[in-house]
């Protein structure tokens, strides 16, 4: 070859970012200069269509090695793979026999390959023997799951993405859609665009970009999401828009539902008669309708309940299951679907089975050919860290993930770890706030280098694939958790080759799922070869020789044991503490457009950072004067839990009362800018998923320096 001319290669991969799931077109070209690597998108993905939002276009300057972990390291020192990975096994089998098997944990993340996800998930409550695994995507959608699953007897997402651009209203929920789902805010923009009488209407305490395309923007007192969906259902009633005879032949519920809506709590929302008129009259007169959320109903100790207000109203109407209409939960990670889907949360088993029914767990046990399966829930994140606090956890293995950054009551998991007697961290690079207090840290390969599958929001299924070479001695996470099991002693049940091999393993056993009446079947690809795993393309599940993809619940049969969905009788609560005297303003916090959660990705990127360049923290005018701070300014944000010192922004986009802080900063990029360590860790007590929307605080200016 002319080793003047480049030669170059294109491959189709995922963003590794939000759980929108775009297709990317990666070129890598051989130059005189060196490999360089530019992106676009794909314009045959279905999510995407060709569109990229500013973090994916700027994939291509975040594959610096620079800060690469090359080596695993033992107590600091770069140690051998051999001696690494026989001390893991050696320590959690130890660990094992002398305090039993819940005395580990695994804590994992949405931004796992779904492969990686399975044999961690197989490893602990297969082999292992106890549920203590859980994942990041706890903060993230865990009140969804329990939503959908005590309305749907699954965890099913009845819409897809397409929907949005069908719906002659669409509904934002605790949802700043311009900035964390961007590429589906552009196709709602551009639907909206071509459909001038499509209405938006947007749901938030806050202003965000999301309202500029709103028709209407309900600035509701937070966490009274349930109070205001309740009242739309006693409004539906009202105006004789219940489908009564959906209501008769597919949900149960109905009535209990409506009488809990009918108590009256509608004051508790803030808005104005006209406001809520306006909302109701919208949302009943307009037969298309998706209801899109996120956050800001999960991240909350009434989160499932929010939910389900949701799901009720859509019940109540029949609006589901068709074109252009239904509820729509948005997922945050690129494969928090994906984990959902194996079982990666401390609750569930794989395929949507259940660890509480017996039959189920007799069906993964076979499958598996497992010595045992726990019969309950492991410990959901926060109660998992607590448990490595207090030392009942006394082996922890982390992966793909920084909880000493991103887990609510952050300094006391630092505290937690840095005191655990046994910490494996698996991650790209060795110095993140977590992998910095582990006694084992083993380098992992990333994006452009993985491969794998991946599930968005609307149950798409696409593949991850490399282009770059693995770093160092950089393993993926699928072969490190088989090498770590065959050591621990199952050979032949962690005998992986490859992630193609695990794949069909799951869809085998995502077929025997389907006999017990679950909705998540891919057996379709349970005999798939090498080369056509290789080439799979974006395809949404369910996978079967009968069916590929589509709409859920379009013949009006959910899953549970009577095939009718449930309507559920609910009641507005406030956030778990309110503000008072010592700290009265409410902390919400949240993504900003151009990072990625703990910034070891996204801060790479210089034109990333160019949108925000330091954490900050976004008040009110009005009470910004009253505690003495200009715009600029350094101010103090506390806690009961802990402090950060962040940036003033002034704004009138937030209410007085309520201040704004982003969750993306770490202590190496900003000494106190950690807001994590301020957030409360008030949960869910359904779906155990924190309240990271409304921590009491206190704000104080800090003098200048
Ligand atoms: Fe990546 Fe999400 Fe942006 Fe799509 S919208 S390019 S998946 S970050």
Redesign the pocket.
């Given at each position: 070859p002319d080793p003047t001319r480049a030669e170059s290669k294109t491959v189709k991969t995922?963003?590794?970012?939000?759980?929108?799931?775009?297709g990317?077109l990666a070129t890598l070209t051989d130059t005189p200069t060196g490999p360089q690597v530019t992106v676009k998108?794909d314009p045959d993905h279905p999510?995407?269509k060709g569109?990229?939002?500013?973090?994916?276009?700027a994939?291509a300057e975040t594959l610096s090695l620079d800060g690469r972990l090359l080596h695993p390291t033992i107590s600091g020192a770069q140690a051998s793979w051999e001696s690494a990975l026989s001390q893991v096994a050696s320590r959690f089998k130890q660990t094992i026999e002398a305090h039993g098997p819940d005395s580990v944990a695994f804590y994992v993340s949405g931004q796992l390959l779904t492969e990686d996800y399975y044999v961690a998930n197989k490893l602990m409550k297969g082999f292992i023997g106890s549920a203590n695994i859980d994942t990041n995507s706890r903060l993230c959608m865990a009140s969804s799951v329990a939503g959908h699953k005590r309305a749907f007897g699954t965890d099913t997402v009845p819409g897809q993405y397409e929907d949005l651009e069908q719906a002659d209203l669409i509904v934002l929920v605790g949802s700043n859609l311009a900035w964390c789902?961007?590429?589906?805010y552009q196709r709602i923009a551009a639907a909206k665009s071509a459909r001038p009488a499509m209405k938006i209407i947007n749901i938030d305490p806050r202003r965000t970009a999301s309202s500029d395309l709103a028709d209407l923007h309900l600035a509701l007192t937070p966490g009274s999401d349930v109070a205001l969906f309740n009242h739309l259902l006693t409004t539906i009633h009202e105006m004789g828009a219940v489908d009564s005879a959906f209501v008769a032949q597919h949900v149960d519920g109905f009535d209990a539902a409506l009488s809990a809506a009918s108590s009256g709590e509608v004051q508790a929302t803030g808005l104005s008669a006209n406001e809520l008129a306006e909302f109701t009259r919208a949302w009943i007169g307009t037969e298309k309708v998706v209801t899109i959320y996120s956050q800001g109903v999960n991240q909350s100790t009434s989160g499932s309940d929010k939910v389900n207000a949701i799901l009720n109203c859509h019940l109540a109407t029949g609006r589901i299951g068709r074109p252009g209409m239904g509820p729509f939960s948005v997922t945050g990670q690129?494969n928090a679907m994906g984990g959902r889907e194996v079982g990666g949360l401390a609750n569930m088993m794989a395929c949507h089975l259940d660890l509480e029914n017996a039959g189920h767990r007799a069906t993964v046990r076979d499958f598996w050919q497992a010595p045992t399966l726990p019969e309950a829930a492991g410990l959901k994140a926060v109660d998992m860290f607590r448990a490595v606090g207090d030392g009942r956890i006394k082996a922890l293995w982390v992966m793909c993930t920084n909880p000493v950054v991103s887990m609510p009551e952050a300094d006391r998991v630092k505290a937690a770890i840095a005191n655990c007697d046994f910490v494996v961290v698996s991650d790209m690079y060795g110095d993140t706030d977590t992998a910095k207090l582990a006694d084992i840290v083993l380098p992992a390969t990333g994006w452009g280098e993985k491969t794998g599958t991946v599930t968005?929001s609307e149950r798409c299924i696409s593949r991850q694939r490399p282009f770059l070479p693995a770093p160092g001695t950089a393993r993926h996470d699928w072969d490190v958790l088989a090498e770590v099991g065959r050591r621990m002693g199952w050979q032949a049940e962690f005998a992986y080759e490859s992630p193609a091999e695990i794949l069909r393993e799951y869809a085998t056993l995502s077929g025997l799922a389907a006999q017990h009446g679950k909705d998540f079947d891919i057996s379709a690809l349970s005999d798939l070869t090498e080369v056509e795993y290789d080439a799979l393309p974006p395809q949404h599940w369910p996978l079967t020789k009968e069916r590929r993809g589509g709409r859920f619940f379009a013949d009006g049969r959910f899953f549970t044991p009577s095939g009718r969905a449930n309507m559920l009788p609910l009641h507005h609560r406030a956030p778990a503490k309110p503000a008072d005297a010592t700290h009265p303003f409410i902390l919400n916090t949240g993504r900003i457009r151009d990072q990625?959660h703990t910034m070891s990705r996204s801060g790479l990127a210089p034109r990333l950072n160019q949108h925000m360049a330091e954490p900050y923290l976004e008040i009110h005018p009005t009470d910004a004067t009253t505690l003495g701070l200009q715009a600029a300014d350094l101010a103090e944000v506390s806690s009961a839990h802990g402090r950060a010192i962040l940036r003033v922004l002034l704004s009138d986009k937030v209410k007085p009362g309520a201040v704004f802080a982003p969750m993306h900063w770490t202590s190496q990029l900003s000494s106190a800018g950690r807001i994590d360590a301020v957030v409360a860790a008030e949960v869910d007590p359904v779906s155990g998923q924190p309240e990271s929307k409304a921590t009491p605080v206190a704000i104080t200016k800090l003098p200048a320096r």
């Open positions: 995922t963003c590794p970012y939000c759980g929108v799931g775009c990317v998108g999510a995407n569109r990229l939002c500013s973090k994916g276009s994939l789902h961007p590429v589906l690129p968005n990625w």
